[in-house]
């Protein structure tokens, strides 16, 4: 099934293929690295901007805007 351009359920399985396995190497880095030092609010409100502005490159005909 595709909506606009994207092709729904290959977009799918791939993210959630790419979010296990982000979250499998994260857990990894955390748990060997005890005195890491974490992202500030800051930090992690420029990623989320950052992939909006990633994904509206990606897909310039969807309008995808930051809620």
């Known amino acids: ?3 606009g ?3 729904v359920t290959n977009s799918i399985l791939n993210l959630e293929y790419d979010v296990n ?3 499998q ?3 990894h880095v ?3 690295n005890p005195g890491l ?3 500030s609010p800051a930090d ?7 992939a909006v502005k990633i994904l509206d490159k990606k897909y310039p005909n969807m ?3 930051k809620q």
């Open 37 to 39: 030092k974490f992202p």
């Open 21 to 23: 396995v982000l979250q």
């Open 1 to 3: 099934m595709k909506i």
């Open 30 to 32: 955390i748990q060997n």
């Open 44 to 50: 992690i409100v420029a990623f989320q901007e950052n």
């Open 25 to 27: 190497l994260l857990n």
């Open 63 to 65: 309008g995808i805007k």
């Open 5 to 7: 351009d994207i092709d």
